[in-house]
């Protein structure tokens, strides 16, 4: 896919911080080398210093990963997973398309897995 400046700037004006910080820390692998700097120079206008950045990245080192390094992805949202859900697909039942193995954020996650 084509990188496109202009509709990444977009898609990150409208992001939320805490999504950013996701991003240029956890799913740091996953960008584009410009949509790093983009997403840098987007904190740093919403004032996010880069001791905040270094500890919402700490905050975030419990997370899952996968076979590669990268981090899961909760099932539900865009947060990183801390829990892997196997066996919990039964509590969704009635709901077919939710995968087998499901993955939890911290918002997530059974009660009963905390
Ligand atoms: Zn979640």
């Not at 409208?14 to 997403?39: C, I, K, Q």
């Amino acid at each position: 896919m084509e990188f496109d400046p202009d509709r990444v700037r977009d898609n990150i004006r409208r992001a939320e911080t805490s999504d950013l910080l996701d991003r240029v820390t956890v799913y740091r692998a996953d960008l584009e080398p410009e949509a790093l700097t983009l997403m840098m120079e987007e904190l740093r206008a919403r004032k996010i210093t880069p001791e905040q950045i270094v500890l919402h990245e700490q905050s975030r080192q419990e997370a899952l990963t996968d076979d590669s390094g990268l981090v899961r992805a909760c099932s539900f949202c865009r947060n990183p997973a801390i829990a892997e859900g196997k066996g919990w697909f039964r509590l969704f039942r009635l709901v077919p398309l939710v995968p087998r193995t499901l993955y939890f954020c911290s918002e997530h996650v059974p009660a009963e897995k905390t």
